[in-house]
């Protein structure tokens, strides 16, 4: 292929890409910043969060895509390694929120599924994959467990369900912004034994316990630190 | 969180730079295009493309505007003076200077003096943290408010505030009642990476 059937290629390519921009920037771009959140929150929060896997999907779908073009330019364009890079570092987030929720489903595996069983399948924390794997996950850890405890003398033979059943601990601090005014959220003061009511003003930053602000992070109202 | 992943945020920063190269089309990236560029006409890029491109010695960054001796100089005044945190020039001042003085320290007009400047400010707002931790703790509140403080003064004391709490509470329920779960057992501690990252973040010029 001659130079200018290349150039002539890559400002096609450029074109194709223009058209999408209209309809697509924005919403790659929202995207990306969805996923950011939702990795900050997965990240900090004591328990599993709903998941985003079609943000996820999107996202990944958007990469192969930008991939495929990357590929049809000169290596030598500077473009190319600006590209890359973003991917790079849009791949680390994905990477690193999926590995989280891994951690926490083998963390609280039975407990997590015990959870999802009272949940409609449009209204699932997990995704279907990661349902998939945590089911996987407890089957392999009951085998395990029969195989040693065989081993075991008599008395030591048998494990209580609720000794297998670890919980997130949802009472545990978390640092958190608040993305719009909140009032009366209720803080539990074990010590004294009485609630005290707190109102989280826009962008103001606190430190509370995760249970009595686990809803808002739901909702998008306040951002975990 | 790792620290390194703070940097990370830190990177989306925008950041003005003067390419020495040109590039006239705009280049659509995913987080929002960049470009066109031009020799010698200033632009607006996130900090990570910038760095990039500094390194392979395709532009000079410039300056950001808060991150000026006198200014920093009235800042540091401010925060000594005031009983609480000041709201700083920017969310990530610490990780961006560090950046921007590892790769382009010959771009920033006075680098050593804004390095220390950077560096006591942190100082004076993570000892009167750790100060304010303390009270706070030994007052035995339930709640605090944290305006302010930036994600990475915050993630210093995620090791220690937030598990000492939930040590208290977990203590607190257990001598309420006998039939109390274990609630320390999901802490992963990251004291020795934060603390790693702090005296490799901006060692004070005098040593």
Known sequence: ???????????????????????????AQNVLDVLEKAWLNEKFSPEILPHKSEYVECMLEQIKFMESNINLLQSTDIQVEIYRFELERIRFI??????????KIEQFASYILDQEKDRNVDERYLSESELKFAMEFVQHL?????????????????????????KPNMNSYVFLRSNKTVSNVIVKDVFEN????????????????????????????VQLL | MDPSEIEFLAEKTSIEMIPNFNHTSVIHLISGDVGPFR?????????????????????RILTPEWMDVDKLEEKKEEEKNSKFFTKMPHEHYLEVTR???????????????IKTLIKDLWDMRISKLRSSVDTFVNSGGIHATLDHLTQLEINSIRPLLPDALNMLQALQQGSDSEEEED?????????????????????????
């Open chain 1, 1 to 27: 292929m001659s130079n200018a059937d290349l150039s002539e290629l890559e400002r096609e390519l450029l074109e194709t890409e223009h058209l999408d921009e209209n309809e697509e920037q924005l919403t």
């Open chain 2, 99 to 113: 950046l921007l003085l590892n790769v382009a320290s010959d771009d920033i007009n006075r680098a050593d003096e």
């Open chain 2, 39 to 59: 020799a010698g006409l200033p632009i607006v890029v996130p900090l990570w493309l910038a760095l990039n491109l500094k390194q392979r010695n395709k532009c």
């Open chain 1, 94 to 103: 994905i990477t690193s929120y999926l590995r989280c929720r891994l951690k």
């Open chain 1, 142 to 166: 009951d085998t395990h467990f029969n195989s040693v405890l065989k081993e075991m003398p008599w008395n030591l033979q048998t494990i209580e369900p609720a000794n297998k059943n670890i």
């Open chain 2, 183 to 207: 609630t320390s057992q999901n802490t992963t501690r990251q004291a020795n990476a934060t603390d790693s990252f702090l005296s490799a973040s901006l060692p004070s010029s005098g040593e």
């Open chain 1, 194 to 221: 009485r609630d005290e009511d707190v109102e989280l003003l826009e962008n103001s930053q606190h430190l509370l316990p995760y249970s009595c602000i686990a809803n808002y992070v739901k909702e998008k109202s």
